[in-house]
């Protein structure tokens, strides 16, 4: 760190305004071809933390990253459906980004750690684009090596702690949607990141028994901890009730919030219970559950 630069207090310096996500994700147009959205939007949350979202006209999942700074690394959960840097420039977006906090907060040897939530290909595609960037780390998000590096494979029901100087998030095991799929809890935001375990959408689930066993975990872990937001990393519902915008759709005008809370991890508890082992389609009113069969 540069000296006379003090460290941010993460721990106790409070936390940011729960009401900074009342915005209007971009979502696509009526013509991919005349798409005038950025290719990625970046939402600052606070000054430590910003979302941001693919545009649809690039890839129709319009997938949301999550960039988090700490005092030592930032982090960057997931990196997109597309891998070209032409089409989809997220290490140049990252780059200044992390340019312009630095301006803010000058420090020495800064680092940036790449995590997944899972290794879904609209997940993983902007990897390559960060093999060569100093100071870098990115850890695959297959299961081996992605239980190696938090320590999963000793101990599949640990929390992992990954400290980026100051800000710890904590890091769980949530299997189901795919056997590698993790949550994070960033207690500086109060942020439950759920990858696509929980989201407003098609909730695709591939083991029914470990997806109920995350549900169930990630309610127990919730009600020892404070969220102010459960974020997942699509919507694909509308504000419709039940009703979700097709497959591959690249333009929803009538989203509803990314934000959903831990009142919908019990909804979905209570979903599972009702549909019982039956594979197929199962509309909720702010979800849908769909098991394999």
């Not at 310096?13 to 959205?37: C, Q």
């Not at 899972?118 to 990897?127: Q, V, Y």
């Amino acid at each position: 760190m540069v000296a006379g630069r003090s460290s941010v207090d993460f721990a106790t310096g409070g936390v940011p305004d729960p009401g900074a996500l009342d915005i209007r994700w971009i979502h696509g147009s009526p013509s991919a071809k005349h798409n005038t959205d950025p290719d990625i939007q970046i939402h600052r949350y606070d000054e430590h933390t910003f979302i941001l979202r693919q545009n649809m006209a690039i890839n129709y999942e319009a997938p949301f990253l999550f960039l988090l700074f700490g005092n030592a690394k930032a982090v960057l959960i997931d990196t997109g459906a597309t891998a070209s840097a032409e089409f989809f420039p997220l290490r140049r977006t990252v780059d200044e980004l992390v340019a312009q906090w630095l301006a803010r907060h000058p420090r020495d040897d800064y680092g940036l750690l790449v995590l997944h939530t899972h290794p879904h290909g609209d997940h993983i595609a902007g990897d390559a684009q960060f093999t060569d960037r100093p100071a870098t780390t990115v850890v695959g998000a297959d299961l081996a090596t992605a239980w190696e590096f938090f320590g999963f494979g000793e101990d599949p029901g640990a929390v992992a702690r990954v400290d980026l100087g100051g800000r710890v998030l904590e890091t769980l095991a949530t299997p189901g949607h795919h056997e590698a799929a993790v949550t994070f809890y960033d207690p500086w935001t109060r942020f439950l990141l759920t990858g696509d375990t929980v989201y407003p959408g098609r909730l695709y689930i591939q083991d029914r028994a470990a997806f109920v066993r995350s549900i169930d975990r990630l309610i127990e872990f919730s009600d020892s901890r404070p969220v102010t937001h459960v974020l997942g990393c699509h919507i694909e519902m509308t504000r419709q009730p039940g009703v979700d915008y097709p497959i591959r759709t690249t333009y929803q005008p009538d989203e509803p919030p990314l934000q959903m809370t831990t009142r919908h991890l019990h909804e979905i508890r209570a979903a599972l219970a009702e549909v019982g082992n039956r594979p197929g389609r199962h509309a909720f009113p702010e979800f849908i559950l769909c098991p394999r069969a």
